[in-house]
Nanobody, 125 residues
Framework: QAQLVESGGGLVQPGGSLRLSCAAY????????IGWFRQAPGKEREGVLCISSNYGRLYYLDSAKGRFTISRDRNKNTVYLQMNSLKPEDTAVYFCATPRKGSGCYVTMADFASWGQGTQVTVSS
């Protein structure tokens, strides 16, 4: 059964870093666009960053520019979200998701049909 599994979340102090992982099981992640999203308590889910199947990147969140990067490891069938200079407002549950095969990053959140269970990131001193 195809699924996405996020990991790497945790508690970090402001200014710290975390690397989130999105591992795919049952399918080849390199064939798909992968988006990272987040949802803070009481807020709507929002897009963060995306990497397409041809390795193009698109920032959905302006505040992520210069701090977050996205990369793929084809051998591990995993996509990473490297988050640096974390701020308390980055506290949220982070999800990875894929749209249908062949889609790029220029799609709406509703087009992302397959989601992981999420991983909690808490930025606090």
């Amino acid at each position: 059964q195809a699924q996405l599994v996020e990991s790497g979340g945790g508690l970090v102090q402001p200014g710290g870093s975390l690397r989130l992982s999105c591992a795919a099981y049952g399918f080849t992640l390199d064939d798909y666009t992968i988006g990272w999203f987040r949802q803070a308590p009481g807020k709507e889910r929002e897009g963060v960053l995306c990497i397409s199947s041809n390795y193009g990147r698109l920032y959905y969140l302006d505040s992520a520019k210069g701090r977050f990067t996205i990369s793929r490891d084809r051998n591990k069938n995993t996509v990473y979200l490297q988050m640096n200079s974390l701020k308390p407002e980055d506290t949220a549950v982070y999800f990875c998701a894929t749209p249908r095969k062949g889609s790029g990053c220029y799609v709406t959140m509703a087009d992302f049909a397959s989601w992981g269970q999420g991983t909690q990131v808490t930025v606090s001193s």
